[in-house]
């Protein structure tokens, strides 16, 4: 199977507990690609693109967070993959 892309948006205490920066290093270390951003509302939002166990497993990462994070919850949305290149954190 090819590559899939998986947007979440992860709600709780997820701001100032560094969530950016550890979804970052944990999709780089997994090979997937993608983004992670703040939003407004508090939440965090990311995309994942790669192979469909590797998007599965960021998932499932998200689900729990950094240690100092308090996830409540995760929304899930399957979308197309764009070929992104490399892992950001967007401001």
């Known amino acids: ?25 944990e999709a780089r270390r997994r090979g997937a690609v993608g983004w992670v951003r703040n939003c407004r509302d508090g939440s965090v939002e990311a995309v994942f693109e790669g192979a469909p166990e590797t998007v599965d497993a960021l998932v499932a990462w998200c689900r729990r967070g950094p240690p100092a994070a308090r996830v ?3 929304e899930l949305h399957e979308e197309t993959p764009e070929g992104l290149r490399g892992f950001d954190i967007e401001h």
């Open 72 to 74: 409540e919850n995760v």
């Open 1 to 25: 199977m090819g590559r899939i892309r998986r947007r979440v948006r992860v709600s709780g205490r997820v701001q100032g507990v560094w969530f950016r920066g550890a979804t970052q290093e």
